[in-house]
């Protein structure tokens, strides 16, 4: 059974950075076609922030993140990552993880979130 992990999350400030960790288990992460993130803000629907193929060579923004955060993973470690910086407070939101046959929107497993705080 596919179980994924999120860590990292926390409060801070704008302009600030957080980094977030995702670790697999339960199948080998570069048997996924992809890995990413996603994000929901209250009273918002679940909105995708970036995604990374199988082998890391193709990479997915949101435009609204672009230039801010930067996705990547560790195949050896089954992980991926999210570095966030300058973040902004409509950056505020619980932050899933999520793996799947798709490259650039990887959809079929999910986290269970952790939150991210971004005060102004």
């Known amino acids: 059974q596919v179980q994924l992990v999120e860590s990292g999350g926390g409060v801070v400030q704008a302009g600030g950075s957080l980094r977030l960790s995702c670790a697999a288990s339960g199948r080998t992460s570069s048997t996924f076609g992809g890995m990413g993130w996603f994000r929901q803000a209250p009273g918002k629907e679940r909105e995708f922030v970036a995604a990374i193929s199988w082998n890391g060579a193709n990479l997915y923004y949101a435009d609204s993140v672009k230039g801010r955060f930067t996705i990547s993973r560790e195949n050896a470690k089954n992980t991926v990552y999210l570095q966030m910086n300058s973040l902004k407070p409509e950056d505020t939101a619980v932050y899933f993880c999520?793996?799947?046959?798709?490259?650039?929107?990887?959809?079929?497993?999910w986290g269970q979130g952790t939150q991210v705080t971004v005060s102004s």
């Open positions: 999520a793996a799947g046959r798709s490259s650039n929107r990887p959809n079929d497993y």
